[in-house]
């Protein structure tokens, strides 16, 4: 657990609820966010649901607290990257300084610097994952009023998710 990758993607919420705002990017529809963070082989650790206006970056350190130990090579089991992947909506000197409190490398593309920064190669893996949660279609389109339904649901659909990544594996 090196790399990790961290994004957000906005579903519809037809039904409204909990954890359902204004999209900014849906003429105002409501929805609700899908936070992941995903290690390099773009295997989910962490994910949230938020209202479609919540910003990012305040779902970045929830994220990082929620990655469950990982067992490997004898000692204590990590539960921290080394290196954090984000794109320009992570770009705050604030959350870079408690990245680097924690131990981990900030890799994030600056706001106002034009693209081709390289960072797309390393950062792609997150989408991958999006796109794999999103062909399950309750959560493409978010049906349940309930927060904690549509949470159990996501939670689910990233164990099947690593149950056929396991199955490839062996």
């Avoid at 305040?58 to 929620?66: K, V």
């Avoid at 490997?72 to 408690?98: I, T």
Wanted: net charge positive.
């Amino acid at each position: 657990m090196d790399d990790t990758a961290i994004d957000g993607s906005h579903v519809r919420a037809l039904k409204g609820g909990a954890h359902v705002g204004p999209s900014p990017v849906d003429r105002a529809r409501p929805g609700s966010k899908h936070h992941v963070i995903v290690d390099q082989h773009g295997t989910p650790l962490a994910i949230s649901v938020t209202g479609g206006n919540r910003h990012d970056v305040t779902q970045l350190i929830p994220l990082l607290e929620a990655i469950p130990r990982i067992r490997g090579l004898r000692g204590r089991p990590r539960n921290r990257p080394k290196r954090l992947y984000a794109d320009r909506g992570y770009d705050f000197d604030k959350y870079r300084r408690l990245l680097w409190a924690r131990g981990i490398k900030p890799v994030i593309a600056r706001r106002g610097v034009a693209h081709g920064s390289g960072l797309g190669r390393t950062r792609w893996v997150v989408e991958p994952t999006f796109a794999w949660l999103h062909q399950f279609k309750r959560l493409r389109i978010r049906y349940e009023r309930r927060a904690d339904l549509h949470q159990g649901l996501l939670e689910l659909a990233c164990g099947i998710i690593c149950l056929r990544r396991l199955r490839k594996a062996f």
